[in-house]
């Protein structure tokens, strides 16, 4: 029997080219103004580069999104890159555009997000781990400003600042249930004024959203500079611009602002930078590197975090919004292991055919694609495929699709790379020519509270949206303060259109509870904290990273 490679290993085995060669395939000149190489395999593209291009014919945008995520794997990442590389195999000139992985999930639970099989973007440890370090310097920026606002308590406190009403945490990208609720400050005065803090993970950081919906690096530092850290003892908001540490932080951040170029396993360009996560913030790459990749390629495929109901969503309410992008055609990520779980088969069964129980599950796959369309764009079903599928499954699942008008590619990347999904990349070339009818789900103008309600009837179904007296009277003073125009990022369980987790397939009638809201002044939206979502993530009984180490070669084992 021969032994399925591991994801690492045949990314191990890649034969990558000089990054320059790379470059070269979408007409970057090799010239020092233009990019600065990392290593052999990996560059920044500089902002003036940037701008120099910035008048040329955009290419075509490709959303990739996907259902709801179950234990069984979707496996969004892996299509983006397999139909980027497929769609180079018909001759496309194609990037595809990726957030940046988080140490959190790689040493948790979820693991790298890289792609997989022979459909990965390399290296593939580096980007899984450490990558170019802008992970570290968005982490060393936000927590920058976390040591200046309590130095400048410290000193006198001239702002007035209520060290009660600080609503700037600390961060670090770590999975590390222990930090998220501290005390700071203690050991006597010499140390400043004892209060209450905690820590969120790096791609939870407001830092992290203000860096991806940036436009440039005089953009970066005006919505840092916007960013409210807290609140004076007559209310009134301070920001970081009062404290002067919009300059600093921006320092930190000019290298790490430009995109991060490297190489799919066929050695198609691929642009990884930022991310945000999904079910917490805005869940999407860069504006920069999304706007860059259409100005330097025919096709750009990005991607959407976790499922169309949070990822999708906010890549076209705020993202989208925020940067005047507009994407051509979505294409939704199924698998039929994971839509038989939606039907209700335990994970051990997922092997065994069960035509009635995929049907079953089949609502989840119609709620996501009825909510695109209320976006107005065109829509293509890729069916990521597993050997375990049977031809009873695929046909059931590619005739539903068929009798709602939506075409279903079977797509055999992890196993074929560019190769299996030659028919989705045909169908999206068809499908980018259609006119796309793009619209917001709400306008700037409805209110907050209505915005919000809007999205969960609307996108989740739910009946009615629960918030206490508190909860609407920060709504209602974000609203008089001039932030009622702001989008809504909702943060909720990814695995559930509820924020119950253990509701499947597409529940209806349900509550959306708001537990907490967050004003994001900077990134320019609001937060809206729903169920028992955690900004915080704890790692599992059992973490990936106990099995993660260095061998005697000196290579990385157990990374996936």
């Known amino acids: 029997m021969t032994k399925i490679k591991s994801d690492i290993e045949i990314a191990r085995g890649a034969k990558m080219k000089p990054i320059q060669e790379i470059l070269d395939s979408i007409d970057v000149p090799d010239k020092a103004e233009v990019y600065s190489p990392i290593s052999r395999y990996m560059a920044k593209i500089k902002l003036e580069y940037i701008e120099k291009i910035k008048d040329k014919k955009d290419g075509k945008l490709i959303l990739v999104t996907a259902i709801t995520p179950t234990p069984a794997g979707e496996g969004k990442t892996t299509t983006s890159v397999g139909l980027s590389d497929g769609l180079n195999k018909i001759g496309k000139k194609s990037i595809v555009c990726l957030r940046e992985p988080s140490l959190g999930p790689s040493f948790g639970m979820k693991g790298g997000a890289a792609g997989g099989g022979y459909a990965q973007v390399i290296p593939m440890e580096q980007i899984n781990l450490h990558f170019t370090g802008d992970f570290h310097a968005i982490t060393s920026a936000h927590n920058l400003l976390s040591a200046i606002i309590d130095n400048h308590i410290y000193w006198g406190n001239k702002l007035n600042i209520d060290v009660r009403r600080i609503v700037w945490k600390r961060v670090v990208d770590m999975n590390d249930r222990s930090l998220r609720s501290i005390n700071i400050n203690l050991g006597g005065?010499?140390?400043?004024?004892?209060?209450?803090?905690?820590?969120?993970i790096t791609v939870a950081s407001e830092i992290m959203a203000i860096f991806c919906l940036s436009n440039n690096l005089k953009d970066l530092e005006k919505r840092i500079g916007n960013i409210t850290i807290g609140y004076t003892r007559d209310k009134k908001p301070v920001y970081a611009k009062d404290l002067k540490a919009e300059g600093p932080m921006t320092v930190l951040l000019k290298d790490a602002i430009r995109p991060n170029?490297?190489?799919?396993?066929?050695?198609?360009?691929?642009?990884?930078?930022?991310?945000?996560?999904?079910?917490?913030?805005?869940?999407?790459?860069?504006?920069?590197?999304?706007?860059?990749?259409?100005?330097?390629?025919?096709?750009?495929?990005?991607?959407?975090?976790?499922?169309?109901?949070?990822?999708?969503?906010?890549?076209?309410?705020?993202?989208?919004?925020?940067?005047?992008?507009?994407?051509?055609?979505?294409?939704?990520?199924?698998?039929?292991?994971?839509?038989?779980?939606h039907g209700?088969?335990?994970?051990?069964?997922?092997k065994n055919e069960n035509v009635n129980a995929l049907k079953k599950g089949l609502v989840n796959l119609d709620r996501h694609i009825k909510n695109i369309k209320k976006f107005g764009l065109p829509i293509a079903v890729a069916v990521n495929h597993f050997i375990s599928d049977s031809k009873k499954e695929i046909d059931t699942l590619v005739d539903f699709c068929k009798s709602i008008n939506v075409k279903?590619?079977?797509?055999?990347?992890?196993?074929?790379?560019?190769?299996?999904?030659?028919?989705?990349?045909?169908?999206?070339?068809?499908?980018?020519?259609?006119?796309?009818?793009?619209?917001?789900?709400y306008k700037d103008s409805l209110s907050l509270f209505k915005k919000i309600e809007t999205i969960a009837k609307e996108i989740y179904n739910s009946s009615e949206v629960v918030a206490d007296t508190k909860i609407r009277e920060q709504l209602k003073n974000f609203q008089d303060n001039g932030y009622g125009n702001l989008p809504i990022c909702i943060a909720k369980t990814q695995y559930s259109f509820s924020t119950d987790p253990n509701l499947k397939g597409a529940p209806s009638g349900h509550v959306l509870p708001i537990r907490e809201v967050r004003l994001s002044s900077g990134a320019e939206f609001i937060?809206?904290?729903?169920?028992?979502?955690?900004?915080?993530?704890?790692?599992?009984?059992?973490?990936?990273?106990?099995?993660?180490?260095?061998?005697?070669?000196g290579e990385t084992e157990g990374l996936f």
């Open 527 to 553: 937060v809206v904290v729903c169920g028992a979502i955690m900004t915080m993530p704890g790692l599992p009984k059992v973490p990936a990273a106990e099995s993660i180490r260095v061998n005697e070669k």
């Open 408 to 441: 279903a590619s079977i797509c055999k990347h992890w196993e074929n790379g560019g190769d299996g999904t030659k028919e989705l990349a045909n169908d999206i070339v068809k499908l980018c020519e259609k006119k796309s009818n793009f619209n917001f789900l």
């Open 261 to 341: 170029v490297t190489q799919t396993l066929e050695n198609n360009p691929a642009i990884i930078h930022g991310g945000p996560f999904a079910n917490i913030a805005h869940g999407c790459n860069s504006v920069i590197a999304t706007k860059t990749a259409l100005k330097l390629s025919d096709y750009v495929v990005t991607e959407a975090g976790f499922g169309a109901d949070l990822g999708a969503e906010k890549f076209l309410n705020i993202k989208c919004r925020k940067s005047n992008l507009k994407p051509n055609c979505v294409v939704i990520v199924a698998t039929i292991r994971a839509l038989k779980m």
């Open 344 to 350: 209700g088969v335990e994970k051990n069964e997922l």
């Open 189 to 200: 005065i010499a140390n400043g004024f004892p209060r209450e803090d905690g820590f969120d």
